[in-house]
């Protein structure tokens, strides 16, 4: 039986996904955490920051910033340019047109 062998482009497609879900999951706890943390005061107790509710500022305009940021980084180290067109190893005669990848 012959073995069947992962396009290599699948492992690094598999953990930049994980490293953008766990983004996603830090921006949202950095969010809930300054938003319900810091919101949930009666509103006489508020504080402000540049005319903003201090939760709306740390956690949209800073969460923001610094997500945007980790966005960036993250981009630029860990994540790798990768053909779309077919199988690296795979000579270009061997390709069936409208078969895909």
């Given at each position: 039986m012959a073995?069947v062998?992962?396009?290599?482009?699948?492992?690094?497609?598999?953990?930049?996904?994980?490293?953008?879900?766990?983004l996603?999951?830090a921006?949202?706890?950095?969010?809930?955490a300054?938003?319900?943390?810091?919101g949930?005061?009666?509103?006489?107790?508020?504080t402000?920051?540049?005319?903003?509710?201090?939760?709306?500022?740390?956690?949209?305009?800073?969460?923001f910033?610094?997500?945007?940021?980790?966005?960036?980084?993250?981009?630029?180290?860990c994540?790798?340019?990768?053909?779309?067109?077919?199988?690296?190893?795979?000579?270009p005669?061997?390709?069936?047109p409208?078969?895909?990848?």
């Open positions: 073995q062998r992962e396009d290599p482009r699948y492992g690094q497609a598999r953990k930049e996904a994980l490293y953008t879900i766990a996603a999951a921006n949202f706890i950095w969010w809930y300054f938003a319900y943390g810091l949930s005061r009666p509103v006489e107790e508020y402000y920051v540049w005319g903003l509710p201090s939760w709306f500022f740390w956690s949209c305009v800073v969460g910033l610094v997500f945007s940021f980790a966005a960036w980084i993250m981009v630029a180290t994540f790798k340019d990768i053909p779309l067109e077919g199988h690296p190893e795979e000579a005669s061997q390709r069936v409208g078969k895909g990848v």
